[in-house]
């Protein structure tokens, strides 16, 4: 069983970085896919990034390119989202989600939930002055 765990929000002021990080237990990981998630209180979640099992592939929400970087390193288990030039409307809690597949069509399909198998319990990050 693939566990995840999320760290690495908190509290930024606009124009600042943040970086997440998605740290998993369980010798398959190398195997999975993970995606990076958002969901603002009284709005639906949202993808924002994922990245292939090798990490060759990677897509991004529009809201978050050129901001947002996602990577990892599979000897540590982990998948980073390092997020810069932070704005107000990225305050949610952020979500990591392995899948054993995803399309990367870079579209909203990348993100459908059906992909995902595993998710991990959240981490807010807010941006505010």
């Known amino acids: 069983q693939l566990q995840l765990v999320e760290t690495g929000g908190g509290l930024v002021q606009p124009g600042g970085s943040l970086r997440l990080s998605c740290a998993a237990s369980g010798v398959t990981f190398k195997q999975y896919a993970i995606g990076w998630f958002r969901q603002a209180p009284g709005k639906e979640r949202e993808g924002v990034s994922a990245i292939s099992s090798g990490g060759g592939s990677t897509t991004y929400a529009d809201s978050v390119k050129g901001r947002f970087t996602i990577s990892r390193d599979n000897a540590k288990n982990t998948v980073f989202l390092q997020m810069n030039t932070l704005k107000p409307e990225d305050t949610a809690v952020y979500y990591c989600?392995?899948?054993?597949?995803?399309?990367?069509?870079?579209?909203?399909?990348?993100?459908?939930?059906?992909?995902?198998?595993?998710w991990g319990q959240g981490t807010q990050v807010t941006v505010t002055s």
């Open positions: 989600a392995a899948a054993l597949s995803l399309p990367f069509d870079h579209s909203d399909y990348d993100f459908l939930p059906r992909w995902y198998n595993h």
